[in-house]
């Protein structure tokens, strides 16, 4: 069955760097897209970034130049490198997976958490000032 399981996340100083794995099995990254949120209480879920099934990747202005998603297909596993956080960035961080639009025009779609079908449980990162 599909499952994702996020790790990486902790305490850090602003001005600092985490990085985020999310480890998927029962399918492979060349079938589904991931996508990485971010859940503040009170708020909607905020799309961050995505890697698609082919490497097409894109971020949220929130968090271009800052974050950088990739991925190890050998490992099945998308990583979320987040330099410059700032305390705005403390919040529950998941992964999601989703087969991409077949249009690519639609791509932007996956920084959008309702087209997401699986989600792992989240790892906290909080940043203080």
């Known amino acids: 069955q599909v499952q994702l399981v996020e790790s990486g996340g902790g305490l850090v100083q602003a001005g600092g760097s985490l990085k985020l794995s999310c480890e998927a099995s029962?399918?492979?990254?060349?079938?589904?897209?991931i996508g990485w949120f971010r859940q503040v209480p009170g708020k909607e879920r905020e799309g961050l970034s995505y890697?698609?099934?082919?490497?097409?990747?894109d971020y949220s202005d929130s968090v271009k130049g800052r974050f950088t998603i990739s991925r190890d297909v050998g490992k099945n596993t998308v990583y979320l490198q987040m330099d410059g956080l700032k305390p705005e960035d403390t919040g529950v961080y998941y992964c999601a997976t989703s087969r991409p639009p077949a249009d690519r025009k639609l791509l932007y779609m996956l920084l959008q958490h309702r087209v997401y079908d699986y989600w792992g449980r989240g790892t906290q990162v909080t940043v203080s000032s």
């Open positions: 890697i698609s099934t082919d490497g097409t990747t």
């Open positions: 029962g399918f492979t990254l060349d079938y589904g897209a």
